[in-house]
C-alpha cells in the first residue's frame, strides 16, 4: 500500500486545475447502459472509482476506448446483468448499474451492498421505487433479484433526498413505460449533471436540481457527447488547502455556481474568496472558528465536513460541527487528535478548540474525505506528516499530490509501504 508524506508549513501560491467530478461521472458511466450506440465522455476523471465502473461495464458487455482527451464506450449489447459482491465491496456505487440494466434487459442481479466506514448507507429507496415503477425485487444470499418485463412510470416519493437513489430512479423511469414524477429528490449538481447527458441521449427529464422530477419515458435512447461536470468537492478541498496554509490558490475550470455554501463557510472563517465564472482564487488569512452543519444541497456537503474539520482544528476558538447525513463519519477524528488537535464527540456533534499548531504524525486514512482531511492538516502541521492507506484518496482525487506539488507543497507518495 501506497502512503503520503508531507512536510507541513508551506504556504501553497500558484493555480490547479480542477478535475471532472466522480460523483458526476460514476451515474453518468452506469447511464451509458441505457443505449447501443457510441457516448463520446470528456473530462472523465483518472481515478479509482472510475476505473471499476470501467471494468465492470466492460464485463456487462461495454466496449471502452480511451482517446486524448475523451473515452468512447459503448454497451451494443448486454451479455452479463449481474454485478457480484466483488464489485460491490470495492465500490458502493456499483448500486448505480441495477436501474439502468432492469430498464434496458428486463432484468438485474446485483449485490446488496453492506455498511460502510461512515455508515449504515441502506439503499431500500431505491428498491422501493422500483417496485413502485413495477419491478419485483427479491434478496436471497445478499444478491438483489429484480425483474420487469416492461417498468412503469409511476409517482414515487422519497422519505428521505437520496442522491444515488434518485439517479438510479431517473436511469430507470428516462426507459420506463409512462410519466414517473419523483417528489422530495436530492437536489445535487451531479444529478442535474445526470439528466443534461440523460437528456443528450434523447430522454425526457425536466425538473432535475429541485426536489421534484418529471420523467416522461421514451422508448429508446441514444448515445451523446458529454462534457462532465468539475468537480466541487476537489476545488473545495484545495479551497480550504490555501485556508489551511495561509497561501493564495488560483483553482480553474471549476463551477462556483454549485459551490455556494463552501464559498460562504470559508469567508466566514476569514479567507478572502474572489469568484469568477469559472474560476474560484483563495487567499487565506486568519481562521476563525465557525460553526457548521451539514446538510442535502444547497447546504454544506457531507464530504467537505472531514476537511472543514481540518480548518476548524486550527481555528481562533470554539467551533461545532454537526454532522447529519452519515452516522459515522468522524473516523477522522481521532487521527487529527494524534496531531495535536482537541476535538470532543458528542454525538453528531464534533467540539473543536483551535490550537496554534498541529504536528506531523503517522496517521490513517479510513474513508475517502477523511483522507483529504488528514492531508490537509499534514500541510499546515509543524514537522512530517506520514499518511497512511491513501487507497482511499486514490479513489476520488485525481494526481492530488502532483497538483499540490506544483503549488508548493512538499508531499511524496511513497510505494508499496505498510
Ligand atoms: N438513505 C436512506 N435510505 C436509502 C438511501 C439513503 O435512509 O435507501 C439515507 C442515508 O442513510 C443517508 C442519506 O439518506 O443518511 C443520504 O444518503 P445518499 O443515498 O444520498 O448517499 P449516496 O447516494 O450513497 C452520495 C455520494 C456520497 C455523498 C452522499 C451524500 C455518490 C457516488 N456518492 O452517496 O459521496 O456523501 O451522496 O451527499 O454520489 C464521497 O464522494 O466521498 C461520498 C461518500
Same mark, same amino acid.
Given at each position: 500500500?501506497?502512503?503520503?508524506?508531507?512536510?507541513?508549513?508551506?504556504?501553497?501560491?500558484?493555480?490547479?486545475?480542477? #478535475?471532472?467530478?466522480?460523483?458526476?461521472?460514476?451515474?453518468?458511466?452506469?447511464?451509458?447502459?441505457? #443505449?447501443?450506440?457510441?457516448?463520446?465522455?470528456?473530462?472523465?476523471?483518472?481515478? =479509482?472509482?472510475?476505473?471499476?465502473?470501467?471494468?465492470?461495464?466492460?464485463?456487462?458487455?461495454?466496449?471502452? #476506448?480511451?482517446?486524448?482527451?475523451?473515452?468512447?464506450?459503448?454497451?451494443?449489447?448486454?451479455?452479463?446483468?449481474?454485478?457480484?459482491?466483488?464489485?460491490?465491496?470495492?465500490?458502493?456505487?456499483?448500486?448505480?448499474?441495477?436501474?439502468?440494466?432492469?430498464?434496458?434487459? =428486463?432484468?438485474?442481479?446485483?449485490?446488496?451492498? =453492506?455498511?460502510?466506514?461512515?455508515?449504515?448507507?441502506?439503499?431500500?429507496?431505491?428498491? &422501493?421505487?422500483?417496485?413502485?415503477?413495477?419491478?419485483?425485487?427479491?434478496?436471497?444470499?445478499?444478491?438483489?433479484?429484480?425483474?420487469?418485463?416492461?417498468?412503469?412510470?409511476?409517482?414515487?416519493?422519497?422519505?428521505?433526498?437520496?442522491?444515488?437513489?434518485?439517479?438510479?430512479?431517473?436511469?430507470?423511469?428516462?426507459?420506463?413505460?409512462?410519466?414517473?414524477?419523483?417528489?422530495?429528490?436530492?437536489?445535487?449538481?451531479?444529478?442535474?449533471?445526470?439528466?443534461?447527458?440523460?437528456?443528450?441521449?434523447?430522454?425526457?427529464?425536466? %425538473?432535475?436540481?429541485?426536489?421534484?422530477?418529471?420523467?416522461?419515458?421514451?422508448?429508446?435512447?441514444?448515445?451523446?457527447?458529454?462534457?462532465?461536470?468539475?468537480?466541487?468537492?476537489?476545488?473545495?478541498?484545495?479551497?480550504?488547502?490555501?485556508?489551511?496554509?495561509? %497561501? &493564495?490558490?488560483?483553482?480553474?475550470?471549476?463551477?462556483?455556481?454549485?459551490?455556494?455554501?463552501?464559498?460562504?463557510?470559508?469567508?466566514?472563517?476569514?479567507?478572502?474568496?474572489?469568484?469568477?465564472?469559472?474560476?474560484?482564487?483563495?487567499?487565506?488569512?486568519?481562521?476563525?472558528?465557525?460553526?457548521?452543519?451539514?446538510?442535502?444541497?444547497?447546504?454544506?456537503?457531507?464530504?467537505?465536513?472531514?476537511?472543514?474539520?481540518?480548518?476548524?482544528?486550527? #481555528?481562533? =476558538?470554539?467551533?461545532?460541527?454537526?454532522?447529519?447525513?452519515?452516522?459515522?463519519?468522524?473516523?477522522?477524528?481521532?487521527?487529527?487528535?494524534?496531531?495535536?488537535?482537541?476535538?470532543?464527540?458528542?454525538?453528531?456533534?464534533?467540539?473543536?478548540?483551535?490550537?496554534?499548531?498541529?504536528?506531523?504524525?503517522?496517521?490513517?486514512?479510513?474513508?475517502?474525505?477523511?483522507?483529504?482531511?488528514?492531508?490537509?492538516?499534514?500541510?499546515?502541521?509543524?514537522?512530517?506528516?506520514?499518511?497512511?492507506?491513501?487507497?482511499?484518496?486514490?479513489?476520488?482525487?485525481?494526481?492530488?499530490?502532483?497538483?499540490?506539488?506544483?503549488?508548493?507543497?512538499?508531499?511524496?507518495?511513497?510505494?508499496?509501504?505498510?
Amino acid at each position: 500500500m501506497d502512503k503520503m508524506l508531507i512536510q507541513g508549513g508551506t504556504p501553497l501560491e500558484g493555480e490547479i486545475r480542477i #478535475s471532472g467530478a466522480k460523483n458526476a461521472a460514476l451515474p453518468i458511466l452506469a447511464a451509458t447502459l441505457l #443505449s447501443t450506440t457510441p457516448h463520446r465522455l470528456k473530462n472523465v476523471p483518472k481515478l =479509482g472509482d472510475i476505473t471499476t465502473i470501467k471494468r465492470l461495464l466492460e464485463k456487462i458487455g461495454a466496449t471502452v #476506448s480511451e482517446e486524448a482527451d475523451h473515452c468512447v464506450i459503448q454497451v451494443q449489447a448486454i451479455g452479463n446483468n449481474e454485478a457480484s459482491y466483488d464489485w460491490v465491496k470495492t465500490m458502493r456505487a456499483t448500486i448505480l448499474v441495477l436501474g439502468p440494466l432492469l430498464a434496458r434487459c =428486463g432484468e438485474a442481479h446485483v449485490s446488496l451492498p =453492506g455498511g460502510c466506514a461512515i455508515g449504515a448507507r441502506p439503499i431500500q429507496l431505491h428498491l &422501493d421505487g422500483l417496485e413502485k415503477m413495477g419491478a419485483e425485487i427479491h434478496i436471497e444470499h445478499g444478491m438483489i433479484h429484480a425483474k420487469a418485463a416492461k417498468l412503469k412510470g409511476a409517482p414515487i416519493y422519497f422519505e428521505a433526498p437520496t442522491v444515488t437513489g434518485t439517479e438510479n430512479l431517473m436511469m430507470a423511469a428516462a426507459l420506463a413505460e409512462g410519466t414517473t414524477i419523483l417528489e422530495n429528490a436530492a437536489c445535487e449538481p451531479e444529478i442535474v449533471d445526470l439528466a443534461h447527458f440523460l437528456n443528450r441521449c434523447g430522454a425526457q427529464i425536466m %425538473g432535475a436540481g429541485t426536489d421534484k422530477i418529471v420523467i416522461n419515458g421514451v422508448s429508446s435512447l441514444s448515445g451523446a457527447d458529454y462534457e462532465i461536470m468539475p468537480d466541487r468537492i476537489e476545488a473545495g478541498t484545495f479551497m480550504l488547502a490555501g485556508a489551511i496554509t495561509r %497561501g &493564495d490558490l488560483m483553482l480553474k475550470r471549476c463551477n462556483p455556481a454549485d459551490m455556494g455554501s463552501i464559498i460562504e463557510k470559508l469567508q466566514a472563517t476569514g479567507s478572502e474568496v474572489k469568484i469568477q465564472k469559472k474560476s474560484i482564487r483563495v487567499i487565506g488569512k486568519e481562521i476563525k472558528a465557525v460553526d457548521a452543519k451539514t446538510l442535502p444541497y444547497p447546504g454544506l456537503p457531507t464530504d467537505m465536513q472531514a476537511q472543514f474539520m481540518a480548518l476548524m482544528s486550527v #481555528s481562533d =476558538g470554539l467551533s461545532v460541527i454537526t454532522e447529519t447525513i452519515f452516522e459515522s463519519r468522524f473516523n477522522h477524528c481521532a487521527e487529527l487528535r494524534r496531531m495535536g488537535a482537541d476535538i470532543r464527540l458528542e454525538g453528531h456533534h464534533a467540539v473543536i478548540k483551535g490550537v496554534p499548531h498541529l504536528s506531523g504524525a503517522p496517521v490513517m486514512a479510513s474513508d475517502l474525505r477523511a483522507s483529504a482531511c488528514l492531508i490537509l492538516a499534514g500541510l499546515v502541521a509543524e514537522g512530517e506528516t506520514e499518511v497512511l492507506r491513501i487507497y482511499h484518496l486514490d479513489r476520488g482525487y485525481e494526481a492530488i499530490e502532483e497538483k499540490l506539488s506544483q503549488v508548493g507543497a512538499s508531499i511524496q507518495r511513497v510505494k508499496g509501504s505498510l
